[in-house]
């Protein structure tokens, strides 16, 4: 049990579909991130979060949009999703300063058919 | 702009047997911060450890070993006498210092198969 919950754990959906991701935390912590895990590429950063407020879009396309609604929570919603999507999306939070780690959750593995 | 290579994408080891995962960075930050990270087939990261860019000190936490030698920006992880648990792929990762949160940048991983 890492305090990082995400669900759900898997999930398949065609390209016209919209779903949501959620990922919640009992840490106390007052960041929170999404990455995106693909096998071709590292792990890379895709949203952060401070105290609900969107401190970075790492170029991500609009397709996929978050939302914090507060300090534990946090959602990806999908839709218009292309097959190329197909990767593990892990949540992670921590606290603000740079020199304290992250925890990670399990992460959704999204499938786009 | 940051940077984090490990350049070994997959070792193979028998057990007990003694094994050095490679991490070298760029930055252009005085200040930074390293990790290690482990990912079972569970998915999930799991941290290891975190080091300060002004903290040269090695670090040794059972049998895993921690060498950060700023002289040639690298940060190499080792397990000795390494078990079939420790199957898993490892990360190293690289965060500036700021106070808008701990953004990680990633190497490609390396993949650690221990065999019986």
């Known amino acids: 049990e890492t305090g990082v919950t995400q669900t759900p754990r898997h999930l398949v959906m065609g390209m016209t579909n919209k779903k949501s991701l959620k990922c919640e935390q009992h840490?106390?912590?007052?960041?929170m991130y999404w990455y995106k895990q693909s096998a071709k590429k590292p792990l890379e950063l895709m949203f952060v979060?401070?105290?609900?407020?969107?401190?970075e879009n790492n170029s991500v396309p609009s397709r996929f949009s978050p939302e914090c609604p507060n300090s534990s929570h946090l959602f990806l919603h999908l839709h218009t999703l292309q097959p190329e999507d197909s990767a593990l999306y892990l949540c992670?939070?921590?606290?603000?300063?740079?020199?304290?780690?992250?925890?990670f959750g399990q992460g959704t593995r999204l499938t786009v058919v | 702009a940051q940077k984090v290579t490990q350049a070994q994408t997959e070792i193979s080891v028998v057990e007990k047997e003694d094994v050095t995962l490679d991490c070298v960075y760029e930055?252009?930050?005085?200040?930074?911060?390293l990790f290690w990270y482990k990912q079972p087939p569970s998915g999930e990261l799991v941290f290891l450890i975190r080091r300060n860019s002004f903290d040269e000190q090695n670090e040794i936490s059972g049998r895993y070993s921690w060498n950060f030698q700023k002289s040639t920006s690298s940060f190499n992880f080792t397990i000795t006498a390494s078990q079939v648990v420790d199957s898993a792929v490892y990360f190293c990762?690289?965060?500036?210092?700021?106070?808008?949160?701990?953004?990680?940048?990633f190497g490609g991983g390396t993949r650690l198969m221990v065999k019986p």
């Open positions: 990762a690289l965060s500036e210092n700021n106070n808008a949160g701990n953004m990680l940048t």
């Open positions: 930055t252009r930050d005085t200040t930074y911060y």
């Open positions: 979060y401070n105290f609900k407020e969107q401190t």
């Open positions: 840490l106390g912590h007052n960041a």
């Open positions: 992670a939070s921590s606290q603000l300063l740079g020199n304290t780690e992250a925890f």
